[in-house]
C-alpha cells in the first residue's frame, strides 16, 4: 500500500509538470475555450486522448520486452532522471522568461485540436520516451500490464481536469497566462519534479 502511495504521488507531480506546462496545446485550449465555450477542453482532452493511449499502450509493449535485459532498470532509471532534470529545466527557464500571448484563433474543432497538437509534439514524445518511459517501467515492476493501465489512469484525468479548467476560464474572458500564482505553481512543480529525479538516481544504488 505504501508503494502505491509513493507512486501515486510521483505520478501526480511529475505528470503535472506535462499536464500544465505552457505549449501549443495549452494554447490552442484557451483558443477554442474563447470561441466554444468552458466543455471545449474536454474535447480536446478526448483528441489527446485519443493519441496517448495507443502510445502509452506501444511503449508499455516494449516494456515487456525489455524487463528482460540486463541493467534495465539502472539505464532506464538514469535516462529518465536525466529526461526530468532537462524538462524541468526548459520549463523553468520558459516559466521565468517574460510570458507572451497564446491566445490565437483556432482553425479545427478541439477534437482535431487534440489529435493534432498532440501527435505532433515533438516534446509531448520527448515526454513519453524518457519521463514516461520511466513511470511505466515502474509500474510493470510493481503490477506488470495492469500496472501500465493503473498507471495511465492516475495521469490521463488530470489532463481533463486541467483543459477543462483552462477553458472554463478562457470562455470567461479570464486572463491567467501571467498570474504570478500560476507561475508560482509551475515553479514549485518542477522542483518537486526535480526531487523525483534525484530520488530515482538515489533508489538506483
Aim: charged share 10%; aromatic share 16%.
Amino acid at each position: 500500500m505504501q508503494d502505491f502511495f509513493g507512486f501515486f504521488a510521483a505520478v501526480i507531480v511529475i505528470s503535472a509538470s506535462g499536464v500544465m506546462a505552457p505549449g501549443p496545446l495549452f494554447a490552442a485550449t484557451i483558443a477554442s475555450g474563447m470561441k466554444e465555450g468552458k466543455l471545449a477542453g474536454l474535447k480536446v482532452a478526448v483528441g489527446h486522448t485519443v493519441v496517448e493511449f495507443p502510445l502509452v499502450i506501444l511503449i508499455g509493449i516494449g516494456v515487456l520486452s525489455l524487463e528482460a535485459m540486463p541493467q534495465f532498470q539502472v539505464t532506464v532509471g538514469v535516462l529518465g532522471a536525466l529526461g526530468i532534470f532537462a524538462f524541468a529545466s526548459l520549463q523553468l527557464r520558459a516559466i521565468l522568461k517574460k510570458q507572451t500571448s497564446v491566445q490565437k484563433e483556432s482553425r479545427y474543432s478541439p477534437y482535431l485540436t487534440g489529435i493534432l497538437l498532440t501527435g505532433l509534439n515533438p516534446f509531448f514524445l520527448i515526454w513519453w520516451f524518457t519521463i514516461g518511459f520511466l513511470l511505466i517501467s515502474d509500474a510493470f515492476s510493481m503490477w506488470s500490464f495492469l500496472g501500465i493501465l493503473i498507471m495511465f489512469g492516475l495521469h490521463i484525468w488530470m489532463d481533463y481536469a486541467w483543459l477543462f479548467v483552462v477553458s472554463m476560464l478562457s470562455s470567461k474572458g479570464a486572463r491567467f497566462l501571467t498570474n504570478r500564482g500560476y507561475k508560482f505553481c509551475m515553479i514549485a512543480i518542477n522542483m518537486a519534479l526535480i526531487y523525483f529525479g534525484i530520488s530515482f538516481i538515489i533508489n538506483l544504488g
